[in-house]
């Protein structure tokens, strides 16, 4: 009985990041696609050179049904989409990333990096006049993979503000982190009005050697 009830829990937990999984590429396409249709409008020109670039990233991202990825690969798949946040915000928006070798061979949840950069352009950069900077970092300490994007926008609008933050992107990458690796994996918000936003991930160092054994 023991047994079953373990392969049940498996089951369901597989199901669970399945399902969480579909809706946050649901939400990150939906969110890209409404900014190459601004683009198409606006600047035509940079929207047709973008579109043969996003059709590689859509090929990759919709076909994409790993339960973990290399975070190279999630943080390239990222920057596609900031190239296309680039085309919209011109020089307002400067990302920077700093990610250690090392941690480049780390497995990740798919989409685990994206939500937590395009809240850093959408609710950070964009709303700044001058725009600002994202920076993008990784290391490994301890066996613990650590993740920080950092955003010097206009920081959280009301106290506690990011305590409550409920939005989907944010939610998914929480409760998928939770349902892998439960306690072990934390998701922070630390942000002040006028400064910026630093949105922190730890989660268990994990590579495809070990994986396997």
């Known amino acids: 009985m023991r047994l079953r009830g373990r392969i049940a829990s498996i089951d369901a937990a597989v199901r669970?990041?399945?399902?969480?999984?579909?809706?946050?590429q649901l939400h990150v396409l939906a969110n890209t696609l409404s900014t190459v249709g601004a683009l198409i409008?606006?600047?035509?020109e940079i929207a047709e050179d973008l579109l043969g670039e996003f059709a590689g990233y859509l090929h990759e991202f919709v076909g994409n049904a790993k339960p973990l990825v290399h975070l190279a690969e999630e943080l390239r798949l990222t920057l596609t989409f900031v190239a296309?946040?680039?085309a919209r915000l011109g020089g307002r928006l400067r990302v920077e990333v700093a990610v250690l070798p090392e941690a480049m061979g780390a497995l990740v949840p798919p989409c685990i990096l994206h939500p937590l950069v395009e809240n850093a352009?959408?609710?950070g950069i964009a709303r700044r006049p001058t725009g600002g900077r994202v920076r993008i970092t990784g290391r490994i300490t301890r066996g613990m993979l650590h993740i920080a994007v950092a955003d010097d926008g206009l920081g959280p609008q009301r106290p506690?503000?990011?305590r409550t933050r409920t939005g989907w992107g944010l939610t998914s990458v929480r409760l998928r982190l939770a349902a892998l690796w439960g306690a072990r994996a934390r998701v922070r918000l630390l942000g002040h009005l006028g400064v910026g936003t630093v949105?922190?991930?730890s989660m268990p160092a994990l590579f495809a050697q070990e994986r396997r054994r």
Do not use: D, E, K, M
Not at 41 to 44: A, L, N, S, T, V
């Open 84 to 86: 296309v946040q680039r």
């Open 199 to 201: 949105a922190y991930v």
């Open 160 to 162: 506690f503000a990011l």
């Open 121 to 123: 352009i959408l609710h």
């Open 16 to 24: 669970f990041l399945a399902v969480f999984q579909g809706r946050t």
């Open 41 to 44: 409008r606006r600047r035509p």
